[in-house]
């Protein structure tokens, strides 16, 4: 069987198309091949495993699309949501005297804030790498397993808020300026690390001993994989660095306000990511024949 790939728009399609069939002195011979049309130059190849890498290569190109998108929505979520909580901690941290441990004050100044256009490039140019990344990650995750449509992508960027954004943040929670944490801002950043790295893991676990049990116990691989995963994931929580707030100078309300933010903002971002990612690759699909 011949497959023909053609793009439409940004995203691009695997057609399967007639058998060719070659006739020779033999007998009846079946021939295979790619007929691969898009934006980029066109070339023909009989190799499967080719064929394969083209599909691969242009899965990263839709997650780069996609992740590019994601990442102006969220550039935009964030400057029109996020910052200003931002910019009225700012103001309470610079309005209130800190009284040192030595008995000593000193008082903050007003400081003046970034002009409008630098954190504007800024925040663009830092979420769209983010989220390109975010989106190769996905769209390869995509590539690789069944059941395609925008429902997968859904369960994917929901999946992406959980590990990424609501786990790591129930340990370490996301704080606003103005509030001193226990831990050190790389005993931070060293715990977030920490759990990313046991999701992983676990994750991975989780689906070897889901896929062995099977094959024996049908009705308690998914519990007992769950179970495994859960304890990975947790370790992180009992051995990694303290989350409580050593000081604030800004009201809690504020600081509730600005962490619920943080996470309805990261929600939407990462069904959006998932969404996108589904839509641009929502025509690579191999069929097997």
Known sequence: ???????????????????????????????????????????????????????????????????????????????????PIILKAERFENSVTVIKENGGSHEHGDGGEMPFYKRLLLTMVGTATLSAA????????????????????????????????LLPGIGLPPNPPGVETIAEVENRQLGWVSLIIAEIIGVGIFLVVQKNLKKLFKTIATPVASLILIIIISIPFLFGAPSGVKYSLIPDELITIFRITSFGVGFIFWLSLGVLVAYFNRGLIVEKM
Do not use: C, Q
């Not at 198309?17 to 898009?38: D, L, P, T, W």
């Not at 839709?62 to 400057?79: C, D, P, Q, V, W």
């Open 1 to 83: 069987m011949r497959f023909m790939i053609s793009g439409m728009g940004l995203g691009f399609r695997a057609i399967k198309v007639k058998s060719v069939v070659e006739r020779n002195g033999e007998g009846e011979k079946r021939g295979s091949g790619v007929f691969y049309s898009s934006p980029f130059p066109r070339f023909t190849d009989s190799s499967s495993s080719r064929f394969t890498e083209v599909l691969v290569k242009d899965s990263i190109l839709n997650g780069i699309i996609a992740g590019l998108i994601a990442g102006i929505i969220l550039g935009l979520l964030t400057l029109t949501i996020i910052t």
């Open 134 to 165: 975010y989106g190769i990650i996905l769209s390869i995750i995509y590539f690789y397993t069944k059941n395609k449509g925008i429902k997968k992508g859904l369960i994917m960027g929901f999946a992406g808020f959980l590990l990424i954004n």
